[in-house]
């Protein structure tokens, strides 16, 4: 059997995703920022800028190689330090993205003798780290932790299981629906069951929790915290910049300094980074209006998007999806709003199940902003 051209299978895999109008495509932006991450405004703010502008690089703009060679500096450790305090860790290691923090994480974790369960809708990242780790994976259904609670037991149950360690990972809010998990009910499983908990808090981190630090801090005790071997968060997000953060213990930043691969064979993120980032912390604590304003907007939006008929997900979140019919409903809805200038991309499988307008609001976004957006809609619900 001749086996076809290599680029005329490349370009029929293309087709098939263009007939399915799930074909995507780099994007400048343009037009208010109704879809990023930037979620307290930290990537424009000018004391950052000022800062950079400052930093002393001591003839080096890179960081010229990985940390345990040349790319450590003194920038990576103090603010490696600073956030360990502020969230209430022993310790965290950064590490070049947030997608690295958990690919890398449950690979250093996990293997063949390890039973991994993990939310269904979890982010890509936990879903390739659990591959690649080779462990046995479980799905329990979207934060549906009485299904949670039946895998568990069975694997107490199975003979060829139940001495198998248990590692749970989930979202604290989920990037691509905006709800949350009871984390309450998480630590009453886990003391029962004993399982190894990693906590993914990349879209709670700044917005939820005393001085945003977390979802954690809104729903867990100070005790109930340090029962929690690993969080997960990403300089990405609230605070602007680049790059991902794992907390966990002293003895845990040791072990993954040492086994985890995408540590220890990647360059290091350049110092003016961590340096960053130290002052982007410190500005996020203290930006508890900016929290409380973009989380009523979210409320407030999502509300009149449901009296308007539009269906959205459970969200409690500044993330909140529009559902479409299709993916060419999707796509169209997006070119429309884009044309009346507002930021807004669809989002299609398989990064999702269900075609949607992933509306992520942020502290800079005003409220005639919103009104704007809301009769555009009301326009599109008119004509539709």
Request: charged share 25%.
């Given at each position: 059997?001749?086996?076809?051209?290599?680029?005329d299978?490349?370009?029929k895999?293309?087709?098939s995703?263009?007939?399915k109008?799930?074909?995507?495509?780099?994007?400048?932006y343009?037009?208010?920022?109704?879809?990023?991450?930037?979620?307290?405004?930290?990537?424009?703010?000018?004391?950052?800028?000022?800062?950079?502008?400052?930093?002393?690089?001591?003839?080096r703009?890179?960081?010229?190689?990985s940390?345990?060679v040349?790319?450590?500096?003194?920038?990576?450790?103090?603010?490696?330090?600073?956030?360990?305090d502020?969230?209430?860790?022993?310790?965290?290691?950064?590490?070049?993205?947030?997608?690295?923090?958990?690919?890398?994480?449950?690979?250093?974790?996990g293997?063949?003798?390890t039973?991994?369960?993990?939310?269904r809708?979890?982010h890509?990242?936990?879903?390739?780290?659990?591959?690649?780790?080779?462990?046995?994976?479980?799905?329990?259904?979207?934060?549906?932790?009485?299904?949670?609670?039946?895998?568990?037991q069975?694997?107490e149950?199975?003979?060829?299981?139940?001495?198998?360690?248990?590692?749970?990972?989930?979202?604290?809010?989920?990037?691509?629906?905006?709800?949350?998990p009871d984390?309450?009910?998480l630590?009453?499983?886990?003391?029962?069951?004993?399982?190894?908990?990693v906590?993914?808090?990349?879209?709670?981190?700044?917005?939820?929790?005393?001085?945003g630090?977390?979802?954690?801090?809104?729903?867990?005790?100070k005790?109930?915290?340090?029962?929690?071997?690993?969080?997960?968060?990403t300089?990405?997000?609230?605070?602007?910049?680049?790059?991902?953060?794992?907390a966990?213990?002293?003895?845990?930043?040791d072990?993954?300094v040492n086994?985890?691969?995408?540590?220890?064979?990647?360059?290091?993120?350049?110092?003016?980074?961590?340096?960053?980032?130290?002052?982007?912390?410190d500005?996020?604590?203290k930006?508890d209006?900016?929290?409380q304003?973009?989380l009523?907007?979210?409320s407030?939006?999502?509300?009149?998007?449901?009296?308007?008929?539009?269906?959205?997900?459970?969200?409690?979140?500044?993330?909140?999806?529009v559902?479409?019919?299709?993916?060419?409903?999707?796509?169209?809805?997006?070119e429309?709003?884009q044309?009346k200038?507002?930021?807004?991309?669809?989002?299609r499988?398989?990064?999702?199940?269900?075609?949607?307008?992933?509306?992520?609001?942020?502290?800079?976004?005003?409220?005639?902003?919103?009104?704007?957006?809301?009769?555009?809609?009301?326009?599109?619900?008119?004509?539709?």
């Amino acid at each position: 059997m001749k086996v076809e051209p290599f680029w005329d299978s490349i370009s029929k895999e293309l087709l098939s995703i263009k007939n399915k109008n799930r074909f995507r495509e780099t994007k400048t932006y343009k037009g208010i920022d109704f879809c990023s991450n930037d979620y307290l405004g930290l990537a424009s703010n000018s004391t950052l800028w000022k800062l950079a502008e400052s930093f002393d690089y001591f003839n080096r703009i890179g960081s010229t190689a990985s940390r345990l060679v040349r790319g450590n500096s003194e920038e990576l450790e103090r603010f490696e330090s600073s956030f360990a305090d502020f969230i209430g860790a022993e310790a965290s290691l950064v590490v070049n993205t947030g997608y690295v923090a958990n690919a890398g994480l449950i690979d250093a974790i996990g293997n063949p003798q390890t039973i991994i369960f993990s939310d269904r809708l979890n982010h890509a990242s936990i879903l390739d780290g659990i591959r690649i780790s080779g462990a046995i994976k479980k799905y329990f259904n979207h934060l549906d932790l009485d299904h949670l609670e039946v895998l568990l037991q069975k694997a107490e149950e199975n003979e060829k299981e139940k001495d198998k360690r248990k590692i749970v990972v989930t979202e604290t809010v989920f990037s691509m629906d905006g709800d949350i998990p009871d984390l309450k009910r998480l630590l009453r499983l886990k003391k029962h069951y004993g399982f190894v908990l990693v906590l993914d808090e990349a879209h709670s981190f700044g917005l939820f929790g005393k001085n945003g630090r977390g979802l954690v801090y809104d729903q867990l005790s100070k005790e109930e915290i340090e029962q929690i071997e690993y969080r997960v968060y990403t300089l990405g997000k609230s605070l602007g910049l680049f790059g991902g953060i794992i907390a966990t213990s002293k003895l845990g930043r040791d072990h993954l300094v040492n086994v985890m691969r995408p540590f220890i064979f990647s360059t290091s993120l350049p110092p003016l980074i961590p340096h960053l980032a130290f002052y982007a912390l410190d500005l996020l604590s203290k930006m508890d209006l900016e929290r409380q304003t973009t989380l009523e907007l979210a409320s407030i939006f999502k509300k009149r998007m449901n009296e308007m008929g539009y269906k959205t997900t459970d969200s409690v979140s500044q993330i909140i999806p529009v559902l479409m019919d299709s993916e060419a409903d999707a796509l169209a809805t997006a070119e429309i709003l884009q044309a009346k200038g507002f930021d807004i991309r669809a989002i299609r499988p398989p990064t999702v199940e269900t075609a949607r307008l992933r509306i992520s609001f942020n502290a800079k976004i005003t409220s005639i902003q919103v009104e704007e957006l809301l009769e555009i809609f009301k326009t599109i619900k008119e004509n539709h």
